[in-house]
């Protein structure tokens, strides 16, 4: 069974620029979960998707958004780029939500640098 | 802060030693979970411990859950270069919206 897939893996933009991240989760894995990995606040949840529904939000700025379609793949999207959006954004998928007790299964993640 | 957090936040070893990581959480508990990060790699998860469990084991893996002093440990056994990685905790709340919340890890070096 493949794997958790995030592409690109690596990115740069511009600042003020927008981005978007895609994540192909494994198989008959409905749920898929966003995050973001910095040296300074380590890991940081974004958003949870599951059956193409927003289940979960963290605390994040409006600029952050995400969308899951039918065959739960998921995109995640940022607009208006900030130096401080530099990370390594690490997608996550399981075959339920997050609310029971599955564990993640991760992606290599999308090494975003804004310049 | 964060949910939880480990200690200590790096560990040097030598082949063949044990290694244990701690974990300390604030809020009320589901389950925690036990994930391995190699270099600019995703996490892999390792081991789930339920709120009502004591202790559990995975091949070298000993995981232990203290919910009165929310407190997690993670012991691994006669380790090996290739467990060199960071470590990271994470809970899972027992009410309202859960996501699963990582703590700021432990970087495990360890030397052949």
């Known amino acids: 069974k493949a794997g958790v897939t995030q592409t690109p893996r690596y990115l740069i933009k511009t600042r003020g620029q927008q981005v978007t991240l895609s994540c192909s989760p494994i198989s008959g894995h409905r749920s898929v979960s966003w995050y973001q990995q910095t040296p300074g606040q380590g890991l940081q949840f974004l958003f949870e998707?599951?059956?193409?529904?927003?289940?979960n939000k963290g605390n994040f700025p409006g600029r952050f958004s995400g969308r899951q379609f039918s065959n739960s793949r998921s995109e995640m999207n940022v607009s208006t780029l900030e130096l401080g959006d530099s990370a390594l954004y690490l997608c996550?998928?399981?075959?339920?939500?997050?609310?029971?007790?599955?564990?993640?299964?991760f992606g290599n993640g999308t090494r975003l640098t804004v310049t | 802060s964060q949910q939880g957090e480990e200690d200590p936040q790096a560990l040097s070893i030598q082949e063949g030693e044990n290694a244990t990581m701690n974990c300390s959480y604030k809020t009320s508990i589901n389950n925690l979970q036990w994930y391995r990060q190699n270099s600019g790699r995703g996490l892999v998860h390792l081991i789930l411990?339920?709120?009502?469990?004591r202790e559990k084991h995975s091949g070298r893996l000993r995981v232990t859950l203290d919910t009165s002093k929310k407190s997690s440990s993670l012991l691994i056994t006669a380790s090996r270069a290739a467990d060199t990685a960071s470590y990271f905790c994470a809970t899972a709340k027992d009410t309202g919206r859960r996501a699963l919340t990582f703590g700021s890890g432990t970087r495990l070096q360890v030397q052949p």
């Open positions: 998707y599951f059956s193409e529904t927003q289940r």
């Open positions: 996550a998928s399981s075959p339920r939500t997050v609310s029971l007790d599955s564990p993640l299964h």
């Open positions: 411990i339920r709120s009502n469990e």
